[in-house]
């Protein structure tokens, strides 16, 4: 039998959506939480069982690239983990890459897009574009995989087969952040190789980039820290301003990367680490439900959280008038 998801019937109530005080719809997933020692603090669900994390995957990809010898500092490092919203500062960093290798956009394989941001969007329509590589919001880690490839003299044009020596490396860097072995290999929307694993290896893997020091004794960590911290430094780079993990990570110093189908992974300056999976694919409640696991966990403050809802698109309308909310609701 193939790999799948946890079922419905392992799966928890993790947030509702409530409208004129009615729930109108709820929302089920796991989730798991670590404490600063690396210890299971909260389990909810089916943890244990694997996922594809999808765009969560991105850190470990991203230190994967710095440890093929691929020199990324700063926005740059930033960008090869980022699901960008393609704004014009996101485009001309990901150039900056690919000027790396003496490439072109036309080297990126990553399927033709719009950018996210819709000001972004309206203006590329407005000036006669049509969608493109450079647009979709995994260009950046593309464009460092096709630098390390430059780095090491590996084949450009098969950068995203399974088998490639750049894919090998990056399979390597997870089991080894993950301390699990991949149980099943897929495509990902951008074309990448993703790889299943538990929430709670995940986690693991998460809070180990999270918590690494650039005095580490191993390059492994120290290019972890590298990443970490100037993912903190430059947060409007791995999503977008006004988005929500740029605002997660400005505002609470949280590092926190979504990804499709309702997969969330988030690590207070403690270490405490929250992944979770929305079992509908919805990302809609994915934040609101990690935050809250961090504040009951006492890695955030409830306050800072609660004033940051607001941001957050949270609102239930009517009429364009707020009525109800999407909110956690777990046990």
């Not at 969608?131 to 044009?157: I, T, Y």
Request: proline fraction near 6%.
């Amino acid at each position: 039998m193939s790999a799948a998801v946890f079922s419905g019937a392992e799966a928890v109530e993790l947030a509702v959506v409530e409208r004129s005080g009615f729930v109108e719809s709820r929302h089920v997933g796991s989730a798991v939480v670590l404490g600063p020692d690396g210890a299971i603090a909260r389990s909810l669900g089916a943890p244990e069982k694997p996922v594809f994390p999808r765009s969560t995957m991105k850190p470990f990809q991203a230190v994967a690239i710095l440890g093929a010898g691929v020199a990324l500092e700063g926005a740059r490092a930033v960008l090869a983990t980022a699901s960008h919203a393609g704004t014009p500062a996101h485009l001309s960093v990901v150039r900056t890459i690919l000027a790396q290798a003496q490439l072109s956009t036309d080297a990126l394989l990553c399927p033709p897009d719009w950018p996210l941001d819709s000001a972004a969007r309206d203006d590329a329509i407005r000036a006669g574009e049509q969608k493109q590589p450079l647009f979709m919001n995994c260009s950046g880690k593309h464009a460092a995989m096709l630098v390390a490839c430059r780095v090491n003299g590996w084949p450009l044009e098969s950068y995203l087969d399974p088998q490639h020596p750049l894919q090998h490396h990056i399979r390597d860097t997870v089991e080894r952040l993950t301390g699990e072995k991949v149980v099943a290999t897929g495509v990902d929307g951008c074309g990448a190789p993703v790889h299943a694993m538990s929430l709670v290896a995940l986690a693991r893997g998460i809070q180990r980039i999270a918590t690494a020091s650039d005095g580490s004794p191993f390059a492994l960590y120290r290019n972890a820290a590298l990443l970490k911290n100037a993912v903190l430094a430059d947060g409007w780079a791995i999503d977008g301003p006004g988005r929500a993990n740029t605002v997660v990570i400005d505002e609470l110093g949280v590092f926190a990367k979504g990804g499709a189908e309702g997969v969330m992974v988030m690590a207070a300056p403690d270490g405490t680490t929250v992944t979770l999976k929305m079992l509908d694919g919805s990302l809609r409640a994915a934040t609101v439900v990690g935050l809250s696991l961090l504040a009951d966990a006492g890695a955030v403050d409830r306050a800072a959280v609660d004033a940051l809802l607001p941001r957050l698109d949270l609102a239930v309308l009517g009429r364009g008038e707020p009525v109800g909310e999407i909110r956690a609701a777990y046990v």
